[in-house]
C-alpha cells in the first residue's frame, strides 16, 4: 500500500507566479490535511478536506491559498501571485477515518525567490 | 486554545543508552490523541507513536514508550537502546476534532 504522494518534491517559483501542490492520499483515505512548516518551527495546520468538501479552512490565509480535492484526482493547494513569506514546506497528510491517525507524505519545498 | 509545549530545544544522547523526551499540552478536551512523529533530515514526518486519552495504559512501541500523565498533562517519549538511525527532529501533535497541534520540536542526536 502505497503511502501519501506529494508532487513536486521541490518548487522554485517568483514572487507573483502561481505555486500548485499536489497530493495523492493513502488507497482508501478519503480524508486530507494540509500543513505549513516554517525553519525551525513545528507544523501548522492550514486546511482539512473530504472528497469534494473543504470541512476546515481554519488555519488557511483568506488571500491567495485555496485548496482542493476533487472526486477523482490528487488534492491540489494552490497558492497564487506568491511572496518569499510563503517560502516554507507544505506537508499533506491523509487519514481513513476523521478523528484517525493522519500519515504524512514527503513535503513539497517551495522557494520563492 | 490548544497548546503544545516541547521545552528542550536540542538533546543528545550515546548510543544504547535512553532518553527521555518532554512534552506538555494545554487543553479544555477530554477526549483527545496525542502523539509523537519523527522528522529525520530527509525531513519525512513519521509516527512514531500514539496514546488515545481515554487509556490509561502508556503506549509501547519496540524501543519507544510513552510516560502518559494525564492529570498533569504530560506525554514524554522514551527511547532506549538509542540507535544513531534516531538522530532526528521530534515533534508531540495533540490532536483534539481534526486538527493536530504540533509543538515545536526536540532536535535529538544521538552520539556513536
Known amino acids: 500500500n502505497a503511502g501519501v504522494m506529494q508532487n513536486p518534491r521541490h518548487l522554485v517559483r517568483r514572487r507573483g507566479q502561481e505555486a500548485r501542490l499536489r497530493c495523492s492520499p493513502m488507497?482508501?483515505?478519503?480524508?486530507v490535511y494540509w500543513y505549513r512548516q516554517l525553519p525551525e518551527e513545528g507544523l501548522k495546520f492550514m486546511v482539512y478536506?473530504?472528497?469534494?468538501?473543504?470541512?476546515?479552512e481554519s488555519g488557511m490565509p483568506k488571500e491567495r491559498f485555496s485548496a482542493e480535492f476533487p472526486k477523482e484526482g490528487p488534492s491540489i493547494l494552490r497558492i497564487q501571485q506568491v511572496v518569499r513569506g510563503d517560502s516554507a514546506a507544505y506537508f499533506c497528510?491523509?487519514?481513513?477515518?476523521?478523528?484517525?491517525?493522519?500519515?504524512f507524505g514527503p513535503g513539497t519545498r517551495l522557494l520563492v525567490l | 486554545a490548544q497548546t503544545v509545549t516541547q521545552s528542550q530545544p536540542e538533546m543528545s544522547v550515546q548510543e544504547a543508552e535512553t532518553v527521555t523526551l518532554s512534552c506538555t499540552y494545554d487543553?479544555?478536551?477530554?477526549?483527545?490523541?496525542l502523539f509523537w512523529y519523527k522528522q529525520p533530515p530527509s525531513r519525512q514526518m513519521i509516527l512514531v507513536i500514539r496514546?488515545?486519552?481515554?487509556?490509561?495504559q502508556n503506549a509501547t512501541e519496540n524501543r519507544f514508550s510513552v510516560n502518559f500523565q494525564k492529570a498533569a498533562k504530560s506525554f514524554s517519549l522514551k527511547i532506549s537502546d538509542s540507535q544513531l538511525g534516531d538522530t532526528a527532529m521530534y515533534f508531540c501533535?495533540?490532536?483534539?476534532?481534526?486538527?493536530?497541534?504540533f509543538g515545536t520540536g526536540t532536535s535529538l542526536t544521538v552520539i556513536p
Open positions: 497528510a491523509s487519514s481513513l477515518y476523521s478523528m484517525e491517525t493522519q500519515y
Open positions: 488507497k482508501g483515505h478519503s480524508h
Open positions: 487543553t479544555s478536551e477530554n477526549n483527545y490523541y
Open positions: 501533535a495533540f490532536m483534539s476534532g481534526n486538527q493536530f497541534y
Open positions: 496514546q488515545e486519552a481515554y487509556k490509561q
Open positions: 478536506l473530504q472528497k469534494e468538501n473543504i470541512i476546515d
